[in-house]
């Protein structure tokens, strides 16, 4: 908690001000609130939001009364609030409408009975972190990092960096400004032009390998996905242990990732076309498992 609380006292200012430097509204000043909530910091105080979120005491008990009238938080006792309900609620919702998973379940189970022990993960960007949305695995597949959920680096890895290399420049270059140390350390430059051309050379790869930049010991071979507009939505990545990776096998896994995602990125299209045609895509229904 005094880590947490430490890092959020650094970007108490966040509280007030938005990226652009405009005055934040009441709305996002809230969902401050909820941001403060983390695995190392999973119960709060109205006294150590305050401290930490740089708001009055009272501006701070406001907000968390709202929030726990939606649900969004409740009263862990002895004067702590944690994550509430209405997010259960939510992520259930989430597993059964969202079309991304939809389109993807089917491939990624398909895959999984091809290639056995390997581990198939489904991760999509939100913010300046990478959360993996879905994952498919064998009983004997090795332990890796990404769960569902759990925020991931974004230079490091395969099914990070693929995204990246896809991101419009303007947010690549604001990723670059903010992160340089980072970037730097995960080997794609320390300067602008080194960085955009790690980036065009991912691109002109149309996936990405790499060798325990996350977990020790395993190999990760990420492609992209897109929706019908060729936005980037996320990226599909096989990961296996670093025994079962060679060199002489690339073409084949690279091969069988990218035809993945090319199958997860036209049955999207499909789904959203039905979508608005009215019709509730079959896919969806078995997504509440």
Known sequence: MTAALAAMSRHAAAGRRRRDG??????????TVLDAFSLDASVWTVDGLTAALGFTRSTTYRYVKELCAAGLLTPAGGGGYVLGPRIIELDRQIRSCDPLLAASRSVMREMLAAY????????????????????????????????????????????SKIMLAYLPERQAARLFLEHRREIATAGLGEEWPEFSAS?????????CVSHGDVDKGAVGVGAPIFDRDRRLLGSLSRVMA??????????EIAGSVL?????????????????????????LVDAAE
């Open 242 to 251: 670093e025994p079962d990776f060679s060199e002489a096998r690339l073409p």
């Open 259 to 283: 035809e993945g995602a090319r199958r997860i990125t036209e049955n999207l299209a499909r789904l959203l076309r039905d979508d608005e045609d009215g019709a509730r895509p079959p896919a």
């Open 22 to 31: 405009r005055a934040m509204s009441s709305l996002e000043r809230t969902l």
């Open 199 to 207: 980036l065009r050379a991912l691109r002109r790869n149309g996936y």
């Open 116 to 159: 056995g022990s390997d581990v198939l993960l489904l991760c999509r960007l939100f913010r300046d972190k990478v959360l993996c949305v879905h994952q498919e695995r064998s009983g004997f597949a090795l332990d890796i990092s990404y769960s569902r959920g759990r925020p991931m680096p974004l230079f490091r890895g395969a099914t």
